[in-house]
Structure formats: structure tokens, C-alpha cells
């Protein structure tokens, strides 16, 4: 599993931190860039470069031992760099970009949300907490249409049905819901399913000593459901939150 870290937030002791953002005309130029870095004094912390149609940007956190009014003047001469932004804003020892970046993950034609993991698990515990037994139902439907909406967007696009299955299953993972699964036997024409989830993230935090899976369990409801054109309903067998190996959906 690659880690990728997306520094628009940083906690650090030090103080000296800057941000900056360079659009430039080819890859030539990362090199030259190092260099005044390392003339400079100035480290690396985080660097992402991507190519936006025929330009590169590249984005940097520099933690500074030397001016960076310098550094900023040399970028500025390099003939390939065509824009320079660069910027801090700090609250305490937290330091925030001025430069958006956009997180997007693609889902088709759309942009995902990325919400941080505990956020979501403590939203679960919250809600059940508030609710009770009701929260658990609330969380399988919310489940259940997040997964419908998933498989009709794959089934728009004419694959059969068991690759529909797999691509959500794919997508789920990709986007951090668990970290691998194994879909030991489906049958489309039945709805009959039985999955092995490693590493669910909702059943991972869970402090309930019990199968505790049921906004992934709605998604994989919905999944099929919209798959074989009628509802099923999705039973978690086993669960890591009671010390299986992985969680068993079964329907």
C-alpha cells in the first residue's frame, strides 16, 4: 500500500516553514530547483508533482535555515518556471497552505469527499450513542443507497454484472472503507454472496465485542441489490470486532 500524504496542513515544532507552488514548462526544471534548495539550507518536507495538461506543478513545504527571499528571487530567474506562489498561515504550531490543493478522487465523473477516519468512526459512536438501536438502522440505509447509487453508476457504463460487483468492491477499497477483500462466490441471477472483508475500517474502531458492521454491510446490501434488480439483505456472519480473522458477508 502506497501512503500518500497531503501536506495542506502540517503540525511541526519548528517555526520556519513556508509553502510554495511552482507552474513549470517541463521536468528540466526540478533539478535547477533542488539545487537553490540546497544552496539555500532549505529541506524538503513534502513535495508533489503533477502534470496539468502541458505544464508541471510542483508543490513544496520548505522548513528554512537561510533566507528564503533568496531562494524565491533564483526560482524566479529559472527560465522554465512560469509562476511562482508561495505563502504560510499559522495557528500555534500548525501550518496551513495558502495554495489549495484539490483532493480529487475519481469516481466517474464526479469528486469524492475525503472525510479523516476517526471523524468517521466517532460520527458512528456518536450516532449510536444519541440513537440506540435505530442509529444501526439508519446507518444499514445510508449504507444501502451509498451502494445502489455505486453499482448503477458502473451498470450504466454495460459491464456484467459480476464485474460491477468487483469494480465497487475495488472502489471501496481504493478509498480506504477496508483494506482487501476476497469475494469467494456470487451469483448474479440469485443474489446469493459470500465476502471476506479484511480490515474494515468501521469494524476496526469498534469497541462493541460483536459484529458491528452495518453502514459497509448497507453498501454491499445496496451493491447487489441494484446488481440483480431487487432487494437483498445482507447478514455480517463474522466480524473482526469480535476477534475473526476477517468479516463475513453472507446473503
Request: net charge positive; with cysteine; charged share 20%.
Amino acid at each position: 500500500m502506497i501512503t500518500i500524504k497531503l501536506p495542506t496542513i502540517i503540525k511541526l515544532e519548528e517555526k520556519n516553514v513556508k509553502f510554495l507552488e511552482l507552474t513549470l514548462k517541463n521536468y528540466d526544471a526540478l533539478a535547477k530547483i533542488d539545487t537553490i534548495f540546497m544552496k539555500n539550507n532549505a529541506k524538503v518536507l513534502f513535495n508533489i508533482i503533477q502534470k496539468e495538461n502541458s505544464q508541471i506543478k510542483s508543490f513544496y513545504v520548505l522548513l528554512l535555515n537561510g533566507s528564503f527571499e533568496n531562494i524565491v528571487k533564483e526560482v524566479k530567474v529559472i527560465n522554465e518556471v512560469l509562476s511562482v506562489n508561495y505563502g504560510v498561515k499559522n495557528v500555534g504550531n500548525y501550518f496551513i497552505s495558502p495554495i489549495t490543493i484539490m483532493i480529487n478522487i475519481s469516481f466517474m465523473d464526479e469528486k469524492a469527499v475525503v472525510i479523516p477516519n476517526k471523524s468517521f468512526i466517532r460520527s458512528f459512536s456518536a450516532l449510536r450513542g444519541r440513537w440506540g438501536l435505530a442509529s444501526l438502522v439508519f446507518l444499514y440505509h445510508l449504507g444501502y443507497n451509498y451502494g445502489a447509487i455505486l453499482a448503477k453508476k458502473f451498470l450504466e457504463n454495460g459491464l456484467s454484472n459480476e464485474n460491477v460487483l468487483v469494480l465497487s468492491l475495488e472502489f471501496l477499497k481504493q478509498t480506504g472503507m477496508f483494506n482487501d477483500y476476497d469475494l469467494t462466490m456470487f451469483n448474479p441471477e440469485r443474489g446469493n454472496v459470500v465476502l471476506y472483508i479484511y480490515g474494515s475500517v468501521e469494524c476496526s474502531n469498534s469497541l462493541r465485542r460483536k459484529s458491528s458492521s452495518h453502514f459497509l454491510r448497507g453498501i454491499i446490501g445496496g451493491l447487489i441489490s441494484e446488481i440483480v434488480g431487487r432487494e437483498v439483505t445482507v447478514y455480517e456472519t463474522k466480524c473482526i470486532a469480535r476477534g475473526d480473522r476477517f468479516c463475513e458477508f453472507i446473503s
